[in-house]
């Protein structure tokens, strides 16, 4: 009766072992998710602003150079139209397009750098301003944007319910001279005189009364 039991209890073991080893040595198809899946790729670095996009004072620019923290960093462009880096010192930025000074940088960060890699992003664009006043709903200045309209421009103020829509107008300066000219809101929206509808310079000013 003993051996009898002894045996069982071997032949259990032995049934318990051989599972574990199934187990162990299964034959399950790994994942084919985790199988497949190609291996993940760095996101890609944040693109430069447009390479027609020139630099003015007052911008406020983020350059990078890939493995050299100690030269990256976000720099205002003083109103001498210049910034101020490590090794370099004072670099003209304004005039230039993101692309040209990236170009620059590169070519002058490779006298203390082999083979830099530099990135410059335009990360606000505050040469790029015009000024809305009266009655609208958002005064102050305002981002322009490239090929920005009159009509864009009041699109984006609002106005007031006591705004004069008809007797709006522009001030803009050139050599020298201000120029006050026209703009009929509620003409223009009906396609009359599509030649008010001028696109926007820096430093205009939008006047609705």
Do not use: C
């Amino acid at each position: 009766m003993k051996k009898a039991m002894r045996l069982a209890v071997l032949m259990g073991m032995g049934l318990l072992a051989a599972g574990l080893v199934a187990q162990a040595t299964g034959t399950d198809k790994p994942d084919a998710d985790k199988s497949d899946k190609p291996p993940a790729t760095a996101q890609a670095p944040e693109a430069p602003a447009a390479s027609d996009y020139v630099i003015g004072a007052d911008d406020t620019l983020h350059i990078s150079v890939w493995k050299e923290p100690d030269l990256s960093e976000t720099l205002p462009v003083r109103p001498d139209g210049k910034i101020s880096m490590p090794l370099l010192n004072d670099i003209t930025a304004a005039g230039l397009t993101p692309l040209q000074l990236k170009d620059s940088l590169t070519e002058k960060l490779k006298k203390y750098i082999a083979d830099p890699r530099v990135t410059v992003v335009v990360t606000a664009m505050n040469s790029r301003r015009i000024f809305v006043s009266g009655e609208v709903l958002h005064t102050g200045p305002m981002v322009l944007l490239p090929h920005m309209t009159m009509l864009q421009a009041l699109s984006q103020a609002g106005f007031t319910q006591f705004a004069n829509v008809k007797g709006i107008y522009l001030l803009r300066t050139e050599n020298g001279k201000q120029e006050k000219l026209p703009f009929n809101y509620k003409e223009v929206i009906k396609g009359n005189h599509p030649e008010q509808n001028i696109a926007l310079k820096p430093g205009d000013t939008l006047v609705v009364p």
